[in-house]
């Protein structure tokens, strides 16, 4: 198994003063497979996101990705596999403002003992012709591109999505929707989709959905859409 999470639980607070946020949370994901987790605000979604990452940890329970046992790592281990097994997206872009679109993208070449090839990317993600400007020359849209390129130049094993069209529009969304479909068909990335938008769930193999902590729903996917024919 690719991913896999045991009965894996995270609580914040302290001094009788404690929330829950993750309770008892198991699941698992195959390689090349696209996942969508979906809840309300609050449901606990993102943080299960950052603990796959190696951005936060569980208090208890075991996270297994790739091979990798991130639950009992140290700082310096969670680094490295960070480094090498993961690529994020976020809601917000996080550019480098004075960095031009190849600049931010080399940035995280440099990382990668196995980087993929930039000038592909930039053809793949329709930025080519975009490369020398900087963020503040682009549409929320050309941002969010050269922000997937960014994450996947690395060629990472496993891609992290929090929120990816959270900041777009319905259109931009679409395309950005389609875009990440296309790489995980050309580059068999794993990826993992925290959202809101509902109708992500047609267009992945699996869907989670979490409610108050808890995974209320975990199924396959079998009447996926393609992502230019789902519509909310």
């Known amino acids: 198994m690719f991913l896999e999470m045991k009965s894996v639980i995270k609580s ?12 008892q949370v198991s699941a698992s994901l195959d390689k090349g497979k696209m996942c969508a987790i979906l809840g309300p605000s609050g449901s606990g979604k993102s943080t299960l996101l950052n603990i796959i990452g190696g951005l936060d940890r ?5 996270v297994n990705v790739n091979g990798h046992e991130i639950s009992a790592m ?9 480094r090498d097994n993961l690529g994020f997206i976020f809601q917000f872009y996080n550019l480098v403002p004075n960095l031009t679109v190849r600049e931010n993208i080399e940035v995280c070449e440099y990382l990668s003992e196995k980087p993929l090839q930039l000038n592909d990317l ?3 993600l329709g930025l080519w012709e975009h490369q020398d400007k900087f963020p503040r020359q682009l549409s929320g849209g050309q941002q969010q591109r050269t ?49 809101h938008n509902s109708a992500v769930q047609d267009m992945v193999h699996r869907v989670i959905k979490i409610k108050d902590g808890q995974i209320t729903k975990d199924m396959e996917n079998e009447t996926r859409l393609a992502a230019s024919d789902i519509s909310w």
Request: proline content about 3%.
């Open 12 to 23: 914040y607070g302290e001094n009788g003063n404690v929330t829950t946020v993750l309770n």
């Open 58 to 62: 569980a208090d208890s329970g075991q």
């Open 74 to 82: 140290k700082d310096k281990e969670l680094s490295y596999y960070r």
């Open 122 to 124: 930039l053809h793949t």
């Open 147 to 195: 922000a997937i390129a960014r994450a996947l130049v690395k060629n990472p094993v496993l891609l992290l999505c929090d929120e990816p069209t959270g900041a777009l529009d319905y259109k931009t969304s679409k395309e950005i929707l389609i875009l990440l479909e296309e790489i995980n068909k050309q580059y068999g990335t794993t990826m993992l989709i925290v959202t």
